[in-house]
């Protein structure tokens, strides 16, 4: 699975948060100099899943998500801080865009659709020139339609049976973008 470098956006569908979390951390790890934007980690209390935290690449935490959150804003279980999105994700990103770094939207889901501000901002950046590397639940229709109707956007299903492919495909992908900035 060769994804070409002219690719302006690489997304992964994916099903498993833990899968999700170990591929943003590898690319991470190789490619921090040459991303911005942030990532949405689980939040675990003991065995049981108790949230989501937001971390903005290059500094930056917030909690997202909480069972313990009291909020006018809810997904599902969670309350929602929706400043996490706004004061510590859109930052982020901005300053992403600005240097011309690869943008990573990890992850992009039902709980980002929750404020209007970051979803409006996300869809300019997704729809311009800056290379975006995203990640979204498999089975969010809307996304799913959406990316699929993108121009110059390649969607690989990350499952375990392809993490290798997937993960190659990233780094083929990465490098290349870092060879199309370098000119």
């Not at 699929?148 to 499952?159: K, P, R």
Request: hydrophobic residues 50%; aromatic residues 8%; glycine residues 8%.
């Amino acid at each position: 699975m060769t994804v070409p470098a002219s690719t302006v956006n690489l997304v992964f569908a994916f099903s498993s948060c833990p899968l999700k979390e170990r591929l943003a951390a590898k690319l991470c790890g190789v490619y921090a100099r040459w991303l911005g934007g942030f990532r949405t980690l689980e939040a675990r209390d003991g065995a049981s899943r108790g949230g989501y935290v937001l971390e903005a690449l290059g500094g930056g935490r917030a909690v997202l998500a909480s069972k313990s959150l009291v909020s006018p804003a809810a997904f599902n279980k969670y309350g929602l801080n929706l400043d996490a999105l706004e004061k510590t994700a859109l930052p982020a990103l901005e300053k992403a865009a600005a240097g011309g770094r690869v943008l990573l939207l990890d992850e992009l889901g039902p709980i980002a659709l929750k404020s209007e501000k970051f979803t409006s901002r996300v869809v300019e950046l997704l729809f311009s020139p800056a290379p975006c590397l995203v990640f979204h639940r498999k089975g969010a229709k809307l996304f799913e339609k959406a990316f699929s109707g993108m121009a110059d956007t390649v969607i690989i299903e990350l499952v375990p049976q392809n993490w290798d492919k997937a993960v190659a495909a990233a780094q083929y992908w990465l490098d290349g973008r870092l060879r199309l900035m370098e000119q």
